[in-house]
């Protein structure tokens, strides 16, 4: 009886791993390749702090890329929608998660048009970028009647902005955009 239930142990170990693996092959797969990869120099972006105009703080600040894109500063918290020869579209104010991506140029690899936020939070227009030690980083807008403070211990990657700029992201961040995180 011994040699018996060892062996149905054996086999429920080996389906049970068999299982994981399906599903961690599944997950991998339906994530996106480029999600928190970072594309490179080749959008002609600068790592280290560019100067800003001191007399337009809403300039779009140079190294900052080249062609459509979405360009966020860490230190400024603002964003820049810049289309066509390097035009500004629309420039507006975030209040960044606590988790901020390391800065560089990216692709968005995700949206949802409505979700509930790591903070609990109910967001909508959501674009997402990058992916920080397991934390999802992206832009988003918080409903009507959400919490007005998310958790302050939480690890949050969501760069929040309001309704009508998180529309106005929404409708530029197609999947593919180009995002350029600058210090």
């Known amino acids: 009886m011994a040699g ?13 791993l068999a299982a994981v693996g399906f599903l961690t092959f599944q997950a991998a797969a339906n994530v996106p390749p480029d999600l928190g990869e970072r594309t490179g120099g080749a959008l002609g972006v600068s790592t280290s702090k560019a100067p800003r105009d001191s007399g337009d703080p809403e300039a779009l600040p140079a190294g900052s890329g080249i062609g459509e894109r979405v360009v966020y500063s860490l ?4 964003v820049w929608l810049v289309g066509n020869g390097d035009k500004v579209k629309r420039t507006f104010r975030v209040s960044p998660g606590s988790v901020d991506p390391a800065p560089g140029a990216y692709t968005v690899g995700s949206r949802s048009s409505s979700i509930t936020g790591t903070d609990g939070m109910p967001v909508e227009h959501v674009v997402r970028f990058a992916t920080v030690d397991g934390v999802t980083v992206g832009f988003s807008a918080a409903v009507p009647g959400g919490t007005p403070q998310p958790d302050p211990v939480a690890r949050t990657g969501g760069i929040r902005e309001s309704r009508a700029d998180g529309t106005a992201m929404w409708q530029f961040a197609t999947i593919g955009r180009a995002v350029v995180v600058i210090p």
């Open 75 to 78: 230190d400024d918290d603002r």
């Open 4 to 16: 018996s239930s060892s062996g149905f142990v054996v086999g429920l170990t080996a389906a049970a």
